[in-house]
């Protein structure tokens, strides 16, 4: 196991109203796997994976839970040593990579100062480096290194990011919505180099993004997630092949099929806000009255759901 | 009944190289179309395919550099005066992004009845009822409670579906959806898909619908069941015809490799690498760079779209006797 998340909440509160962003998040990160986290806008995706390089910002709070990288816990560490722990062990591509380059620096500078913040200074080491990573991630170094970031397509500075990624030999990425910026020849590129780099260097991945299908073409587990709880997890084939939360099954029922009959799909739509109960309760066409309640994540077998439905089937 | 026609349209954008040398750059090269009363017009391609110039030009907000945008029997360019007024209103465009394209200061109400007032004298209470009419149109429901919400009151499914009501608000005859649940979120995706074709039926509506995704211009046109489909690449139609005959027996290399990357729930691996390279061409077919087939003609002339099985533009396939 590389990374452990207990107990997660994170909350934002303006003073006038608290939003409970993630609550009560657990997951359990294998080394060398690839996980993927889905979830839609509002699902707390994003504000789960700045808790762990510690980047959520007020009003935003973690409110409580622990998340362990190799047995340490990151929140408790001072700023100096998270320090030695970003880039080098965690690194992280954030969404819309496309405005994440600084674009007053040259590609080269951007993997210099990177390197450089991190007590790498010779130019001539970082610049091997980098014209390696970005060899890797196919793009031509002679041309990139010296390029703006307005110079490079979409794609290319995805890229640059991932490669970027990679510089200091992390053993985790996160990665938020790589590929959901790209069009659909950019995004399965995209996803086989990401399963490349993951086969390669032996590097776990968190995935996260809001297509269910296009993670699960690389990810060996799934959690899925809706107004910041988890409500299932599993292994991508036994989730796609039988969805145990009836969210689960309406993301996966919401993707028409390219070959073969088409059928009209009919979809439960209230988006009302509830207080208690299950956070799906609204859409939900199979709820009864004991959804008023907020249902425990149950474990069934080798996967785990948040659903009355399974009360009974519980182990 | 032909309602609109744009005959041999070219966009042409100018790229300065130097200070004399001026590079020429098509968005849109030589696009034939025709839109009939009550069709669909399904448009497939990625992006910088040419699919939202070719939007803005059916709706009037680009200018073609070549060619005739004819509405109704009136080039809407050359004989502006007849005709320019009601089709500007007969045809409406619904955007990609509802997120940036609902004003974040005005309630519901004033999003509305401000196209509304622009082509109508109402009085306060047809105009209240008209609203609720299209409220209830695109199913945001109770529609009282939704006429003083603001944008950010709403989801992101809500406001798209916002979105619709106000272009459908001056009661067009075709209806240009470009990339319509592109930034919605997925579960919610079919549910609107299911209110814009309820709405086409009803309302016996044209439309062009644009998207890159064809699993979901598949769905759509599953619930239309009938018009055309173009693939569009580099400005240019490659391929036209029914949608399922493309699908099932695509012609043009391009069409192709699209359905070949399209993951399907059924089919999860990655397949084979498709060739990637962005350059510009200068002459010949657009694809060449990218396609498996290139022959030595296709770096010398560009193929036309003509009739094989369907319309498909490309070498490998002589005229169908």
């Known amino acids: 196991m590389i990374l452990e998340v207990r107990n997660l909440s994170v909350i934002y509160d303006d003073g006038k109203k608290i939003i409970k962003a993630v609550n009560d998040v657990n997951f359990n990160v294998e080394r060398g796997e690839i996980l993927g986290i889905i979830g839609e806008s509002g699902s707390g995706k994003t504000t789960l994976i700045h808790s762990i390089i510690r980047a959520i910002k007020p009003p935003g709070k973690i409110s409580s839970g622990k998340i362990f990288y190799e047995g340490r816990n990151l929140l408790s560490l001072n700023e100096n040593e998270f320090k030695e722990i970003l880039w080098k062990e965690i690194s992280f591509v954030p969404q819309a990579s496309q405005n994440a380059l600084n674009p007053v620096l040259t590609i080269y500078k951007t993997f210099y100062y990177i390197a450089e913040s991190h007590g790498k200074s010779d130019e001539k080491e970082v610049k091997e480096r980098a014209s390696e990573l970005l060899k890797l991630v196919g793009l031509d170094p002679k041309r990139v290194l010296n390029m703006y970031p307005f110079q490079l397509s979409g794609g290319m500075k995805q890229r640059v990011m991932i490669a970027l990624s990679l510089l200091l030999n992390p053993k985790l990425i996160l990665m938020d919505e790589p590929t959901s910026a790209l069009d659909m020849l950019n995004q399965q590129l995209i996803l086989k180099l990401i399963k490349d780099i993951n086969r390669e260097f032996q590097v776990t991945i968190i995935y996260v993004t809001h297509d269910i299908l296009n993670v699960a073409q690389i990810a060996n587990r799934l959690l899925v997630m809706y107004k910041g709880y988890v409500m299932e997890e599993g292994k991508t084939e036994e989730v796609l092949k039988n969805p145990l939360n009836p969210y689960t099954y309406l993301l996966i029922n919401s993707i028409p099929s390219l070959k073969g009959e088409i059928k009209a799909i009919n979809v439960l739509e209230d988006e009302g806000i509830y207080n208690k109960g299950c956070p799906f309760l609204g859409r939900c066409s199979k709820s009864f009255n004991r959804c008023g309640e907020l249902p425990e994540m149950r474990r069934i077998g080798s996967r785990s759901v948040r659903c009355h439905l399974y009360d009974s089937n519980a182990t | ?321």
């Open chain 2, 1 to 321: 009944m032909t309602l609109m026609q744009l005959k041999n349209v070219s966009v042409i954008f100018e790229d300065r190289e130097g200070i004399l040398r001026k590079k020429r750059f098509y968005a849109l090269k030589d696009i034939s179309l025709n839109i009939n009363e009550g069709d669909l017009i399904t448009v497939i391609g990625e992006s910088g395919a040419g699919k939202t110039t070719l939007g803005r030009i059916i709706v009037g907000l680009q200018k073609p550099t070549k060619g005739n945008v004819i509405y109704k029997g009136y080039d809407i360019w050359k004989e502006k005066r007849k005709m320019y007024s009601t089709y500007r209103r007969e045809v409406q465009l619904i955007p990609q992004d509802p997120y940036s394209t609902l004003p974040f200061n005005k309630a519901v109400e004033e999003i509305l009845s401000a196209p509304i007032l622009r082509w109508e004298k109402l009085s306060k209470n047809e105009l209240k009822e008209r609203m609720i009419r299209l409220l209830q149109l695109v199913k945001l429901i109770p529609p009282e409670d939704f006429l003083t919400k603001y944008p950010h009151q709403l989801s992101g499914g809500q406001k798209q579906r916002l979105n619709i009501a106000r272009s459908l608000a001056v009661n067009p005859k075709l209806v240009v959806a470009d990339e319509p649940v592109t930034m919605v979120d997925a579960s919610l995706r079919i549910g609107i898909l299911n209110t814009l074709a309820e709405i086409k039926n009803k309302l016996g509506l044209s439309m062009v619908f644009i998207t890159h995704d064809i699993p979901i211009a598949r769905y759509f046109y599953h619930l239309i069941n009938r018009g055309t489909t173009i693939v569009m690449f580099a400005g240019r139609i490659v391929e036209e015809g029914d949608l399922e005959e493309i699908l099932s027996e695509p012609l043009h290399p391009y069409t192709k490799d699209l359905i070949k990357i399209t993951p399907s729930i059924d089919n999860l691996h990655i397949e084979e690498e498709v060739k990637i390279n962005y350059s510009r061409v200068e002459k010949g077919c657009p694809y060449r760079l990218r396609c498996p087939f290139a022959m030595p003609i296709c770096s010398q002339n560009e193929p036309s779209l003509e009739q094989y099985t369907h319309k498909v533009a490309c070498y490998l396939y002589g005229k169908k006797q």
